[in-house]
Nanobody, 123 residues
Framework: QVQLVESGGGLVQAGGSLSLSCAAS????????MAWFRQAPGKEREFVAA????????YYAESVKGRFTISRDNAKNTVLLQMNSLKPEDTAAYYC????????????????WGQGTQVTVSS
């Protein structure tokens, strides 16, 4: 089993930056595609970014492209989400996820999930 724990959320003004971290334990970290999703109250869970097993490929939602960067360090079993130029519409609970299929943006294709970390962006 894989356990995922997110950290780094908080309150930030519009235009500011936050860095989220996901620490993984359990099954071999490098065997999984890693992704970030987010969910705001009253909205569906939304894909944010994903990174392939060895970090060669990354994928981003159009809404965050150019502002967010996903990266991973397999030696440390961590995945990061650097968020810059934050907007109020980025406000959501952010979740780290691990899946055995590469490149997918579908939340149903991820088997393991963290408990989430709240990001709030004030105008």
């Amino acid at each position: 089993q894989v356990q995922l724990v997110e950290s780094g959320g908080g309150l930030v003004q519009a235009g500011g930056s936050l860095s989220l971290s996901c620490a993984a334990s359990g099954r071999t970290f490098s065997s999984y595609t890693m992704a970030w999703f987010r969910q705001a109250p009253g909205k569906e869970r939304e894909f944010v970014a994903a990174i392939s097993r060895r970090g060669y490929s990354t994928y981003y939602a159009e809404s965050v492209k150019g502002r967010f960067t996903i990266s991973r360090d397999n030696a440390k079993n961590t995945v990061l989400l650097q968020m810059n130029s934050l907007k109020p519409e980025d406000t959501a609970a952010y979740y780290c996820a691990a899946g055995s299929n590469s490149g997918t943006t579908d939340s149903l294709e991820y088997q393991y999930w963290g408990q989430g970390t709240q990001v709030t962006v004030s105008s």
